[in-house]
């Protein structure tokens, strides 16, 4: 099913707003399971945080600090998909397994409100 370009742009604030915390984004990874959902356990245990944490950091990371570019390819990869939230979390993810997660070392990203993800905000009201 293709969604207008509002439609995802809600799914990536919403995705943004519910995974930025802690145990909504550790149910998320649940339903997405699988050899994935190992992968960023044991990304999570390496680190000494909970999954739901990691997962919620590298949501907030990709709020604080993801370009329109990287804001347009996630729309991309999510317009089509069945479950575009969960398919928008994985990407967030796996983003967040190929590289060292920096996120993780930073206290400003703790604090970070789930409402941050600015410009994808502003792109949505754009459109409705």
């Known amino acids: 099913m293709e969604r207008s370009r509002a439609e995802v742009v809600m799914v990536i604030v919403d995705l943004i707003n519910s995974c ?3 145990k909504v984004a550790h149910a998320a990874l ?10 960023v356990r044991a990304a999570a245990k390496e680190k000494d945080v909970s999954v739901g944490k990691f997962v919620a950091m590298a949501v907030r990371d990709f709020a604080s600090r993801s370009d329109e570019a990287a ?3 996630l729309r991309a990869k999510v317009v089509r998909d069945d479950q ?7 990407e967030v993810l796996q983003v967040a397994l190929e590289r060292d997660p920096f996120f993780l070392d930073s206290e400003a990203m703790a604090a970070t409100p789930p409402y941050a993800f600015s ?3 502003e792109n949505a009201l754009q459109y409705h």
Do not use: T, W, Y
């Open 20 to 22: 930025s915390n802690d």
């Open 30 to 39: 649940a339903c997405i399971g699988g050899g994935f959902a190992e992968r």
């Open 71 to 73: 804001q347009e390819a």
């Open 84 to 90: 575009p939230l969960l398919r928008g979390l994985r």
């Open 119 to 121: 410009a994808a905000r």
